[in-house]
Every structure is written in C-alpha cells, then in structure tokens.
C-alpha cells in the first residue's frame, strides 16, 4: 500500500506528528512527502496548521519547525537528512514513532523495522555503544552526508544500510 492511499485524509495528523518528531523539516521535503495533494488541498492543510499555531515557518521560508523553539534547538542537518531518507521508504511505511535514541525515527515497514539513525560526530559514540542491543530484524538505516563517514561505524553483521544524503535528497544506499 502506497504512502499516499494509507495516509490519505488524515495528512494533517501525520504532518504534526511528523513535526514533532523530526523538530524541523524544509518545506521542500514536506511538499514531496505529500506530493499526492493538490496544491489546493496542501494550501489548505498548511493555512491551518499555522492558523492554529501547529507549525512554524522560518523568516526565510526554507524550513518548517513544530515552534519557533524547535527551529532554534533542533540539529537541522540531522533532521533534514533523516526526513530525506524517510522520503526514499515512503511507500513501504505501515506506522512510524519517535525513536530511542540514537534513532530519530522508528518505522515499521513491509517485512521490517528500521531505525533511522543521524551519523554527526556528537552521535557516533552512542551509535557504536548501542549497535549491539537492537534485535538482529532490525533495519539500521545510518543516515550520512558523505560515505567516507562509514568508516566511523561499528557495523553488526546483517541489517546495517548506510543511507548518504545530498541537497536534494538519497544520493545512494548501501549495505555494510
């Protein structure tokens, strides 16, 4: 089932839910997600979610925050990558929660469970101290701006993906 047929009418939810848990997304990435509405019909979800102060639009228009707060504390790059892998799985998606830490997000998929992990220097530490407590099913899915940041990785010996993003989205994926 498609991202778009299991969503449908119920876009506003997921949108806020989406909002708390990546902090901030761009507004780009938000749009491609939902790229299934109209513009009508996103004009019209947008224009509430900020009539009743569910979301934050940066003064320069480039990103969408849960508040101004978020937007100010939240590790932007992180979340913007994480939200661009989210992007990739969209229609293999069957429910989604915040994850524990150092997953942002916990997707439960066709056949799996991922974790979407943010590779950052601050991260790695905890990354490699917690590889080994996820059961062996579960989908490591380490989101990087550069593949040389792998290296970094201490890998289990199945279900590790390396997940490298650009400006513009999944530039490629790849199994350790």
Not at 4 to 32: D, H, I, P
Not at 151 to 159: L, Q
Request: with cysteine.
């Amino acid at each position: 089932m498609s991202f778009a047929s299991k969503y449908r009418g119920k876009e506003l939810t997921v949108m806020v839910k989406l909002l708390s848990v990546f902090g901030v997304v761009e507004v780009r990435q938000m749009r491609e997600l939902f790229s299934h509405l109209d513009t009508k019909k996103y004009g019209k979800i947008m224009t509430l979610l900020h009539r009743e102060g569910m979301v934050y639009t940066t003064p320069d228009a480039k990103y969408l925050a849960s508040n101004r707060m978020s937007a100010a504390k939240v590790d932007i790059s992180s979340s913007v990558s994480c939200f661009w892998a989210l992007i990739s799985i969209k229609d293999s998606i069957q429910d989604f929660c915040a994850g524990e830490m150092p997953a942002l997000l916990t997707v439960s998929a066709t056949g799996f469970d991922y974790d979407l992990i943010p590779v950052s220097e601050k991260a790695l530490s905890l990354i490699n101290d917690t590889c080994f407590e996820l059961p062996d099913g579960v989908r490591r899915l380490l989101i990087m701006r550069s593949i040389n940041d792998a290296v970094k990785i201490e890998r289990r010996m199945k279900n590790d993906f390396v997940i490298v993003v650009g400006e513009d989205g999944v530039t490629g994926s790849y199994e350790l």
